[in-house]
C-alpha cells in the first residue's frame, strides 16, 4: 500500500479489513512528516502526542468493532488560521506565535467528532495574505514536486502537505483563491465551497464578506466525504444557509452527458501560459468525449475582479485585524509583516474619510455587476470550466519585489468570492519541464456542489492525475 | 495619488519605520492607481452589495450560555493583575 | 451680552436581557468577579463571530417608540472602527446610516410650561469593557474587565432643543421614567446603566444658527451634577465669549470634587470611524404587523397617564405626578380604584392615602388599602342624641378624671376620649373631644 496514495475510503476500508490500526496509520503520517517537512516545511506546529492520545482512543472503539463514525480513524491536518483549543494556533505570524486558543471552532469541533486524528496546523502565508506561501512569519511551505517552486497560497502548507502524503487531507480557505490556487499548483483537490454554506466560526476572519472554508484531498469523493461533515448551519455563524444537505455523494456517479459546461472567454486569453492553456484544452476535449455540451460565455466585468477585491477584502482585513493588539493574547502589533501592514494600510485607506465612496462603496457597486454576469450565465450553462492561474508555479522569490504583481495571480479566481458561488479545482496534468502541476476549476451556482462533485469525479476518473504522487 | 502613509498608520494603529514609509508609499500608491480602474465603471444606479447570502433577520432567542471561566479568559494574556487585563496607561481619554 | 443655552444630550441606557447583544454570556455584569463573564465574541478572539440577540432589538425599538420615532423598517449594523484597550475587537458593532428609530420627540414639563424636545435618533449598539486607571507595583496601568463588552446599548441623541440645566434635568428625569416604564433597563445612573453626555454652547444673541462649536461634556453620573456642569459650562464659555475667543471644540470631563469640567488632552484629529455595513450580521427588516405589536406592547406612558389622572380622576397634577413616578405604583393605585368603586371610596382619597401615608404597596394588597380608607373614613359624625347620653356616663363614672381637668390638668381629656370611644368606636375622637369640652365648660 503506497501511504502516498492513500484516501480516506482507503483507509476506512483498511480498518474495516483490519488491515491496519489507528495508530499504525497515524504513526506512519508521523514518521513521514519527521522525514520530509524539515524540507517541505509545511507544519507549523505537530501534535504527536496529542495524535497518539486520539488513535488509542479510537483503537479502542475499533477493537470494540464501532467504527461508524464517518471519519472514523482518518488523520489531518488544519490551516493554522483554524483555532484549537489547547494547541498553538499562530496565522504564521509572529504576532500570535505563542497564542494557545480557549475553543474550537465549529469546523475543528465537527471533524473532531467525526472522528479524525490531529496531526498539526499547517504553514500558510500570514494571516491568509498571499497567493505562494511566501508571506509566511515561519518560512515558506516547499511544492513537494519540485522545492524550487511555491506551492501557491495562501494555503500553502495544507496543499503541499496532502501532495506529499503527509496527511491524507487538511483544511483550508479560500478568499481570492487560497484554496484553489496551491491545489491547482500540487495535484491535488481544493473545495471553495459556497459563502454561507461551512461555518466561519473559529477561523481567524480575513475578509468577512468573501472567506470560504473549504478542503484539500487526494479525489473528489474525498472532498465530498468532508463536506458531508463541515457544511451546515451552527448556531454561532449569522451569515450560513440553514438548509441542510443529505449527503454530498448523491448523483457523484452519475456521469455528465448532457451536461452544459461553459466557458468563459475572459477566462482563457492569449495572456496566458502556453501549457496552461494547451492543459485546459486537453480537459475541455475531455469533457466533450465524457458526453458534455461545451458552451461560450462571458463574464464581462472579469477583468474588474481584482480591483473590486483589493478594496473589500483589504478594507475588511484592516477591520478584522483590529483585535490583535497584544492585550489579551498575542504580541503588539511592531509584529505584523510587510504584507499584513499593506493590506491593513490599503484598507484603512479604501475605508477613510472621503475616499469611502470612490473606493469601499464603488467596489460593492462593481460587486452587483459581478454577481450578476454569473446569475446570467447561469440560466443558460449548468456550470462553468476555467484554468485557475493563467501561469505555472513560479519560483521563490520571482513576484516578492512587486506586491501587485502577486495580486495579479488572483485574477481567474477572485469573482468566484465576490460572488460567492462555489468552485471545485481538480488536477488537470502537468507541464513538462520542470514537471509541475496544472489545474483546472469548475464553478457552480449557490449551493450547487453536488454537480461541481458530478463534474469533477467524472473528468478525475476519466484522466487519473490523481495517481501520480511526486517523487520526495 | 499620493496616499499619506503616516496619517494611515496612525488611523490603523500601526507603527511604520521612518525608512520604510517611501517603500510603502510606493505599494500603495502602486495598488490604488490599479484600484482606480473600477473608475472606468458607470455604477450610478448600481446597488451596493455589501452581502450575498441573501439572508434577513438571523436572531437567536435570550437564553444564556455558559461563559469562559476567569482563567480561561486570561489564558493568554502577557500581564495580568487581580484577574484583569494589564495594559500601560494611555495619557488621552478615549 | 445675553447668550443662549444650546444643550444636546447623547444618552446610553444599558439594557436588562438576560445575555448580551451578540452573544450568549450574561448580561448581568453588576458585582460579577472580573472576567468571569465573557466567551470568544464579547473578548474579542480570533475567529468569534457576532449572533443578534432579537430581544435586545424589540427593547431599542419599543424605546424609539415610547420616544415617537419613526422606525425604519429596513436597518442594518455597521462597524464604528477606533482603537481602545476597552474595545476588544478593535471595532464597536453600532448603527450608522440607519438607526433603528429616528425623528422623534419628548415633551416635558418645566415651570408648569410643556416643551417638545426633538429626538434625533435611537440605535443599538454593544458596550465596552471597563477600564480602570491605578498603579500597580508602582507603574501606571490600565486594568480591564470585559464583563461589560457586549452589553447591549441604547444610544439616544436629542437635538440641541435644551436651553438649560433644569430643562436636562426634566428631560433625563422624564426619559428615565419611560424606560423603566418599558421594564426594559433600571437606568440607573449611579449603577451605570445609564450615562449621558451633554454637548453645550452658547449662542449669542439675534445669532442665527447653531454656534460655530460644541464642547462635549463626560464623566457625569447623576442628574445634579448634569445641572452643575452645564452650570459651569454656561459661565466658563460666556467668559471667553465675552473676551471675543471662540471656545475651543473639545471634549471636557466632569469633575465632581471640583465641581468644574477640566479640558481632556484633545485629540489632534477627529475621529475617522471608517463605518462601513457589518458583513457578518444580515440585514434586518420589520414588517408593519410585527412594528404594530412591538408598540401594542409599550404600555401607558408616565405624561399620558399623569395627564388622564388630572383628567379622569380630578386629582392636581402634582399629586398625579407622584403617583406615575412608577409604573407599579400607578397600576397599584388604580387596582385600588377599581376596588375603591365597589366600596364608595374615591380615588381622591385613595390618592391621599397613598402619599400622605407610608403605605407599603408590597405589603398591603390594594383591597386592604381600600378597606383601610373606608374604616378611617367611617369615623362619620355622630347623632348628638346618642353621643350625649354616653360622655355624660362617663363624666359621672369618672369624677376625680372632671376634677382634674377643670382643676387645669386638661390632658386628662384623652383618658375621657378613649373610655367613650371604648362605647361609640365609630365615633370621631374630634367630635367627642368638642363635645365633652363643651359640657365641661
Not at chain 1, 474550537?104 to 504553514?123: E, H, P, Q
Not at chain 1, 519585489?401 to 460572488?419: C, E, F, H, K, R
Not at chain 3, 448581568?28 to 468577579?33: K, S, Y
Not at chain 3, 453620573?221 to 471644540?249: C, H, M, T, W, Y
Request: include cysteine; charged fraction near 25%.
Amino acid at each position: 500500500m503506497n501511504i502516498q496514495q492513500l484516501t480516506i475510503e482507503s483507509i476506512l476500508e483498511g480498518y474495516r479489513n483490519k488491515d491496519f490500526s489507528v495508530t499504525d496509520v497515524t504513526k506512519m503520517y508521523l514518521d513521514r512528516i519527521k522525514q520530509y517537512d524539515a524540507t517541505l516545511h509545511t507544519f507549523n506546529t505537530v501534535t504527536e502526542e496529542h495524535a497518539l492520545h486520539d488513535a488509542k482512543r479510537l483503537d479502542q472503539m475499533l477493537t470494540n468493532g464501532d467504527i461508524s463514525l464517518p471519519l472514523f480513524g482518518i488523520p489531518l491536518a488544519h490551516k493554522d488560521i483554524f483555532v484549537t483549543k489547547g494547541i498553538r494556533t499562530t496565522a504564521s505570524s509572529n504576532v500570535l506565535d505563542d497564542y494557545i486558543p480557549q475553543y474550537d471552532g465549529t469546523v475543528v469541533s465537527r471533524l473532531k467528532n467525526a472522528g479524525t486524528v490531529l496531526l498539526g496546523k499547517l504553514n500558510c502565508d500570514a494571516w491568509a495574505h498571499g497567493s505562494s506561501g511566501e508571506n509566511s512569519d515561519f518560512g515558506p511551505a516547499k511544492n513537494p514536486w519540485n522545492t524550487e517552486y511555491i506551492p501557491g497560497g495562501s494555503s500553502s502548507g495544507s496543499a503541499a502537505s496532502v501532495a506529499a502524503g503527509l496527511t491524507p487531507v487538511s483544511s483550508g480557505t479560500d478568499t481570492g483563491g487560497s484554496i484553489r490556487l496551491p491545489a491547482s499548483f500540487t495535484n491535488t483537490v481544493g473545495l471553495k465551497p459556497t459563502y454561507g454554506l461551512v461555518s466561519r466560526y473559529g477561523v481567524m476572519a480575513m475578509a468577512s464578506s468573501l472567506d470560504s472554508i473549504g478542503h484539500f484531498t487526494k479525489t473528489v469523493t474525498d472532498s465530498a466525504l468532508l463536506l458531508n461533515v463541515t457544511a451546515g448551519p451552527d448556531g454561532f455563524d449569522s451569515t450560513l444557509r440553514q438548509e441542510k444537505e443529505n449527503d454530498y455523494l448523491e448523483n457523484m456517479k452519475k456521469g455528465i452527458k448532457g451536461i452544459k459546461l461553459g466557458i468563459p472567454k475572459e477566462y482563457v486569453s492569449e495572456g496566458m501560459e502556453k501549457e496552461v492553456k494547451q492543459k485546459f484544452e486537453e480537459a475541455v476535449k475531455k469533457f466533450e468525449k465524457l458526453g458534455a455540451e461545451i458552451v461560450e460565455v462571458s463574464l464581462p466585468h472579469t477583468d474588474y475582479g481584482i480591483a473590486v477585491y483589493y478594496i473589500i477584502q483589504p478594507s475588511e482585513v484592516s477591520s478584522n485585524l483590529a483585535r490583535y493588539d497584544g492585550i489579551r493574547f498575542g504580541n503588539p502589533r511592531s509584529s505584523f509583516g510587510d504584507e499584513a501592514k499593506r493590506r491593513i494600510m490599503l484598507g484603512t485607506f479604501t475605508l477613510s474619510s472621503g475616499y469611502y465612496d470612490a473606493y469601499y462603496k464603488k467596489a460593492m457597486q462593481v460587486r452587483t455587476l459581478i454577481i450578476k454576469d454569473y446569475t446570467n450565465t447561469f440560466e443558460k450553462v449548468d456550470a462553468l470550466i476555467a484554468p485557475v492561474s493563467p501561469t505555472l508555479p513560479w519560483k521563490f522569490g520571482a513576484k516578492v519585489d512587486n506586491p501587485l504583481a502577486m495580486y495579479l495571480s488572483d485574477a481567474l479566481t477572485v469573482t468566484i468570492n465576490i460572488a460567492g458561488i462555489p468552485s471545485l479545482s481538480v488536477p488537470a496534468g502537468f507541464s513538462s519541464n520542470p514537471k509541475l502541476p496544472i489545474g483546472i476549476q469548475i464553478m457552480g451556482p449557490h449551493f450547487s456542489e453536488k454537480k461541481l462533485f458530478q463534474i469533477g469525479y467524472a473528468f478525475e476518473q476519466e484522466t487519473n492525475y490523481y495517481m501520480e504522487v511526486p517523487e520526495l | 495619488m499620493k496616499i499619506d502613509v503616516k496619517h494611515i498608520a496612525k488611523l490603523a494603529n500601526l507603527s511604520v519605520k521612518e525608512d520604510d514609509i517611501s517603500r510603502f508609499e510606493k505599494q500603495l500608491s502602486d495598488i490604488v492607481g490599479y484600484i482606480d480602474k473600477l473608475n472606468e465603471l458607470d455604477t450610478k444606479d448600481t446597488p451596493p452589495t455589501p452581502q450575498v447570502t441573501g439572508l434577513i433577520n438571523v436572531f437567536r432567542p435570550d437564553e444564556t450560555a455558559p461563559s469562559l471561566t476567569q482563567e480561561e479568559s486570561l489564558s493568554n494574556a502577557k500581564k495580568k493583575h487581580n484577574g484583569l487585563f494589564v495594559v500601560e496607561q494611555i495619557l488621552e481619554e478615549k | 451680552m445675553n447668550y443662549t443655552t444650546i444643550i444636546g444630550l447623547e444618552i446610553h441606557v444599558e439594557l436588562n436581557t438576560n445575555t448580551k447583544m451578540f452573544c450568549r454570556c450574561s448580561a448581568n455584569h453588576f458585582g460579577a468577579e472580573p472576567n468571569t463573564n465573557t466567551c470568544p465574541v464579547c473578548l474579542g478572539l480570533p475567529g468569534a463571530l457576532p449572533v443578534t440577540n432579537k430581544k435586545a432589538i424589540e427593547n431599542c425599538i419599543k424605546i424609539a417608540q415610547a420616544l415617537n420615532c419613526s422606525i425604519n423598517t429596513d436597518s442594518w449594523f455597521e462597524r464604528k472602527n477606533y482603537f481602545y484597550p476597552d474595545l476588544p475587537k478593535g471595532f464597536q458593532t453600532s448603527q450608522y446610516l440607519n438607526p433603528f428609530g429616528f425623528k422623534g420627540y419628548l415633551d416635558i414639563k418645566v415651570k408648569d410650561e410643556t416643551k417638545r424636545i426633538g429626538i434625533t435618533r435611537v440605535h443599538m449598539e454593544e458596550d465596552t469593557g471597563k477600564n480602570t486607571h491605578t498603579t500597580v507595583d508602582g507603574e501606571k496601568v490600565s486594568l480591564l474587565d470585559f464583563n461589560r463588552s457586549g452589553v447591549p446599548l441604547v444610544e439616544i441623541v436629542t437635538e440641541p432643543d435644551i436651553h438649560s440645566g433644569e430643562e436636562a434635568k426634566a428631560f433625563l428625569t422624564e426619559l428615565q421614567k419611560i424606560v423603566r416604564y418599558l421594564g426594559v433597563s433600571d437606568a440607573d445612573m449611579e449603577k451605570g446603566n445609564m450615562r449621558l453626555e451633554p454637548n453645550i454652547s452658547l449662542q449669542k444673541e439675534g445669532e442665527k444658527g447653531l454656534p460655530p462649536y460644541k464642547v462635549e461634556v463626560k464623566n457625569i453620573n447623576s442628574f445634579r451634577f448634569v445641572d452643575k456642569a452645564i452650570q459651569f459650562e454656561e459661565k466658563r464659555q460666556a467668559e471667553l465669549l465675552n473676551n471675543g475667543e471662540i471656545p475651543a471644540q473639545e471634549t471636557r470631563g466632569w469633575n465632581e470634587n471640583k465641581n468644574e469640567t477640566v479640558s481632556q488632552r484633545s485629540k489632534e484629529e477627529a475621529h475617522d470611524y471608517r463605518y462601513f455595513p457589518e458583513p457578518d450580521i444580515p440585514p434586518i427588516h420589520f414588517t408593519d404587523s410585527e412594528i404594530n405589536e412591538l408598540q401594542s406592547q409599550v404600555p401607558e406612558l408616565p405624561i399620558a397617564k399623569t395627564d388622564r389622572y388630572v383628567n379622569e380622576y380630578a386629582l392636581p397634577y402634582y399629586d398625579a405626578e407622584i403617583l406615575t413616578r412608577e409604573k407599579s405604583l400607578a397600576d397599584y393605585f388604580e387596582d385600588a380604584v377599581q376596588d375603591g368603586k365597589k366600596h364608595d371610596v374615591t380615588p381622591k382619597q385613595i390618592a391621599n392615602y397613598i402619599i400622605n401615608k407610608k403605605v407599603d404597596s408590597e405589603k398591603t394588597v390594594p383591597a386592604e388599602l381600600v378597606t383601610m380608607i373606608k374604616q378611617a373614613s367611617q369615623k362619620v359624625t355622630v347623632d348628638s342624641s346618642t353621643l350625649t347620653p354616653i360622655i355624660e356616663k362617663v363624666l359621672s363614672e369618672n369624677p376625680k378624671v372632671v376634677e382634674d381637668y377643670k382643676g387645669g390638668k386638661v390632658q386628662v381629656i384623652g383618658f375621657l376620649i378613649g373610655q367613650t370611644k371604648k362605647q361609640l368606636p365609630e365615633a370621631d375622637a374630634g367630635q367627642i373631644k368638642s363635645t365633652i369640652e363643651s359640657l365641661l365648660k
